[in-house]
């Protein structure tokens, strides 16, 4: 079968390339052709790596094939898993952020108002209790989704699928808010209770366990940053927005727990207080009152009347507080950011769309300019040659080395080469992007390098148009170039989809291997040997192009 998204027609060459997809692993494990078998397999291919998502947000999934291996490791040997970067796992977090900031409304109205069910009864209506008892089943739906969700290893750049390691990573960093958050504190759909009964005091314990969801800010926070991330948000807009709201967030929460406070400690004078008093007017009484305790030294509207109540008006003062000091450090890091290596790549990109416009580009090639800057310096902006100039030759090899001694060995007449004289070649190579649709190398054309592919695909076709191969991470092309004095390129090479290649050139390989005359021979030799296969598969490519001509 083929892939769609990479039928690509490469008009400069006259040759339909497609990209054949791998072996569909999901077929194989889940076949049939039934409804559920079908099911199955729609589920299996929604909590697969999404190609999109992946490559803004994991640095080493950055190709096609590296993206097919990651499924293919999924499927075999953790299939019960959801990867981080699916797209299922991404419509249930666009879901859950949506349910955070519900909970983060509608709670804080639960826990001010619901004991004043007699003016305000809403706040007690089935539509009200149903949606609050639905969100509190979703959030514990939403542990178990987490139980079973991978994550993203920073420190190793690679996905942890193993549900030990997710489990044990879960329950060290948001198992605790998520299960305090998550407890269901509404049975009012099933059992009738009155605030002013006999219930009193297990209603006020219910409502003081509800405070416990305000913690839901913490995962509504980090859950529409990340989003943000993937779906490329301005970083001035991101945090301009996430700072309204998480002051917004606060007022209510606060204006709403000081009702409730106050009911505490002395329920008449606010019972008086509310009585005849709709549920709007409600609201904005305790958003002035809070307005008045987070930006004020003021009491509100009436001062407290016992120990217990300034007690209460001091503490959320001082929370108040420290939330302006949270919301000022966020303000002096939206400045401070200017600096930042991604806000440097965000002017760097609005200075190139001006070039651009400025040039008249047409659209097509606006397009291939920011894919080159976003695949090379991956949202982040750097100064390579600057980093080199500034670190010792040593530190500079051993960086090469980690970088490419992988790709060099995997040539075979590179292999058990002496560790001097790999660390020469390695140190020659000079890194290349290429775009979809770029000709990396042309059939008949002088050919003085090869390359080496460190992500990405490429298309490799005879000068007839025979398609020969996809090559992907971690594979070469044109070493026959590296020994052959005159030669000229056997075959095309295409970029299917962006790639990073690594150029070694001919003078620079002779210079490395000039003190080792014995392995350039054997290098030639296996060379020819390549060169030979390549010429007998054309001369019989064409030999049936006659034949089928003749019938």
């Keep these: ?327 000022l450090a966020r303000v002096i890091e939206f400045l401070r950011a200017k600096t930042s290596p991604k806000m440097k790549y965000s002017q760097m990109v609005k200075q190139l769309v001006e070039f651009m416009r400025h040039k008249q580009l047409p659209l097509y090639t606006q397009k291939r300019i920011l894919t080159y800057y976003e695949f090379h310096f991956q949202k982040s902006y750097f100064r390579e040659n600057e980093i080199y100039a500034t670190i010792s030759g040593q530190l500079r090899q051993e960086i090469v080395m980690q970088t490419c001694r992988q790709l060099v060995e995997n040539v075979e007449f590179f292999r058990d080469l002496p560790l001097n004289l790999l660390v020469r070649i390695v140190s020659c190579l000079r890194s290349e992007i290429y775009l979809t649709n770029d000709v990396v190398v042309k059939a008949n054309s002088p050919g003085n390098c090869m390359y080496f592919i460190s992500t990405g695909t490429v298309a490799v076709y005879t000068t007839s148009g025979k398609e020969v191969c996809h090559l992907e991470d971690g594979d070469h092309f044109g070493e026959i170039a590296l020994v052959n004095p005159e030669p000229s390129r056997v075959a095309s090479v295409i970029a299917v989809e962006t790639c990073e290649l690594y150029r070694l050139d001919r003078k620079d390989f002779i210079k490395a291997i000039h003190p080792y005359p014995d392995l350039l021979e054997k290098i030639q030799k296996i060379a020819a040997d390549r060169m030979e296969k390549t010429n007998l598969m054309e001369e019989h490519y064409k030999r049936d192009m006659a034949t089928k001509r003749l019938y």
């Excluded at 779906?231 to 002051?247: I, Q, S």
């Design 1 to 327: 079968m083929t892939t769609p998204k990479y039928n690509k027609v490469f008009s400069t060459l006259g040759h339909e390339c497609e990209m054949l997809a791998e072996d569909d692993e999901v077929e194989k494990r889940f076949p049939g052709n039934t409804y559920w078998d079908k099911i199955k397999r729609g589920w299996m291919r929604s909590i697969l790596v999404h190609e999109k998502i992946c490559k803004s947000c994991a640095i080493h999934l950055r190709s096609h094939g590296a993206i097919e291996k990651e499924k293919q490791r999924h499927i075999r040997y953790h299939p019960s898993s959801i990867h981080p970067f699916s797209s299922a796992r991404i419509w249930w977090e666009l879901f859950m952020t949506f349910i955070c900031f519900v909970q983060l409304i509608l709670v804080p109205l639960d826990v001010g108002f619901f004991a004043f069910n007699v003016t305000m009864p809403f706040f007690t209506s089935v539509y009200f209790l149903a949606v609050r008892m639905v969100t509190d089943l979703i959030c514990c739906v939403d542990i178990g989704v987490n139980s079973i969700t991978g994550y993203y290893d920073e420190s190793k750049k690679e996905v942890v699928l193993h549900h030990h390691k997710i489990v044990t990573h879960y329950l060290k960093t948001r198992f605790l808010i998520d299960f305090l958050s998550s407890i269901p504190t509404h049975f009012d759909l099933f059992i009738s209770m009155n605030y002013h009964s006999h219930q009193r005091l297990e209603i006020i314990m219910l409502q003081l366990l509800s405070t416990l969801k305000y913690m839901r800010f913490f995962t509504f926070n980090t859950l529409a940053t990340k989003l943000c991330n993937i779906f490329g948000v301005d970083f001035y807009v991101r945090h301009g927005v996430l700072m309204v709201l998480t002051m917004l967030i606060f007022w209510h929460i606060l204006s709403c727990t000081q009702i409730f406070g106050y009911l505490l400690f002395d329920d008449k004078k606010n019972y008086a207080a509310y009585k005849n008093t709709s549920s709007f007017k409600a609201i904005s009484r305790s958003l002035y009152d809070g307005a008045l305790l987070i930006y004020t030294a003021s009491y509100g509207v009436e001062e407290p009347e016992n120990n217990y109540e300034f007690m209460m008006t001091t503490i959320l003062w001082f929370l108040s507080k420290f939330v302006q000091i949270y919301l």
